[in-house]
């Protein structure tokens, strides 16, 4: 994504005529992925995916009604311009013809983590943006709707609506019936307290974005139709491993299923490649990990950084072999976070 320097106060210049809601969500990491539209209008997914939601790295949206033509949108501080205006502007078109209004808003949203470097942060921003919002907009949505109405912003934004673990379903069926079925919901996996050690190789915005990457996977990988299966039978396996409590099985699922997730992108025609040396450097550490018996298996998304499970107690040892790698990886350590929350209600004005 791409923004113009810091454009002053632009959200100062807006007359307010409502109350402001606020929100804040967190990012997931998906454990068996989502990967492949079967409707890009409605962000109907091909296969169902499977997450994990975590405590770091929130996105924070307020939304509230202003007089004038044009939505104000500022992002991390700066305006926001070019295809993230337009993606806000179209999902906040999307809660309007909803609502049945047409009123204008002003959107404040910034990112406590690393924007489009493929550490979820288009899942927390629209889980943040559909749950401020459809309440300054008052529709009056559950946890299901809002999952749903979160999806069409971005797939993956529709889990973190939840906290902990959380499954997205497919659907089934196109259209209205599609729309219906494809939302997420927890899970449980109550007693199961893992960490997730992010290795952060590159802070940088991705060149190839997740959603342009997954289009180009599905239309010419020769292996996407055989991950796509197999998924589906991670995601089944994964469900009973979560249940189970069974942090090494829930791992091996999380690593297959991740690097699968990669030979389709690098098996598209011209091939995708997220993965970087660091990365890779990462995921030798991983295996010498396991070898020295700890359990630590490794997920990546559209990005070169890598995300390792563990025990909550195996964390420390974990992020110092990795910061030990050398200077070009730092780490953060996340753990079951929360769902999306309204921080403050349009009920309540400011
Ligand atoms: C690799 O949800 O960012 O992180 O629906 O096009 O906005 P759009 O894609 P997005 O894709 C996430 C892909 C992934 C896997 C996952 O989170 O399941």
């Not at 939601?53 to 939304?63: A, G, H, M, Q």
């Not at 199961?192 to 590159?202: E, G, H, M, R």
Request: glycine share 10%.
């Amino acid at each position: 994504m791409t923004f113009t320097p810091a454009s002053p106060a632009v959200t100062e210049r807006a007359a307010v005529t409502g109350p402001v809601a606020e929100s804040v969500a967190y990012p997931n990491i998906a454990l068996v992925k989502y990967w492949g539209k079967r409707d890009e209008d409605l962000f109907l997914p091909v296969t169902g995916s499977l997450s994990m939601t975590l405590d770091i790295f929130p996105t924070t949206t307020s939304v509230r009604m202003i007089e004038g033509p044009t939505d104000v949108i500022e992002f991390n501080g700066v305006a926001a311009t070019g295809a993230a205006r337009t993606r806000i502007e179209t999902f906040l078109d999307l809660v309007r013809a909803r609502a049945g209004r047409a009123d204008r808003a002003m959107v404040v949203t910034s990112n406590a983590g690393p924007t489009g470097a493929g550490l979820a942060s288009s899942a927390s921003g629209f889980a943040a943006l559909a749950t401020a919002a459809a309440a300054a907009y008052e529709l009056d949505l559950d946890g299901r709707a809002l999952s749903r109405l979160a999806r069409r912003g971005s797939g993956s934004a529709s889990r973190s609506i939840f906290g902990g673990f959380v499954v997205w379903h497919a659907g089934e069926g196109e259209g209205e019936a599609g729309d219906l079925s494809s939302y997420a919901e927890p899970i449980g996996g109550d007693g199961l307290d893992p960490a997730l050690v992010v290795a952060v190789v590159n802070q940088g915005a991705k060149a190839v974005s997740s959603r342009a990457a997954m289009r180009e996977t599905t239309a010419t990988s020769p292996f996407y139709r055989p991950w796509a299966e197999s998924s589906v039978l991670d995601l089944a396996e994964m469900r009973t491993a979560i249940a189970r409590r069974d942090l090494p099985a829930i791992g091996e699922i999380a690593e297959r299923n991740a690097l699968g997730m990669h030979a389709t992108m690098l098996t598209a025609r011209p091939g995708i490649r997220y993965l970087s040396p660091h990365s890779i450097a990462v995921l030798d550490a991983v295996l010498a990990l396991r070898a020295d018996g700890i359990p630590a298996y490794a997920t990546i998304d559209a990005g070169p950084n890598v995300k390792v499970l563990c025990t909550r107690a195996d964390a420390p040892r974990v992020s110092a072999v990795l910061d030990g790698l050398g200077d070009f990886v730092t780490t953060r350590t996340a753990h079951i976070g929360p769902g999306a929350s309204l921080t403050t209600s349009s009920a309540s004005p400011e």
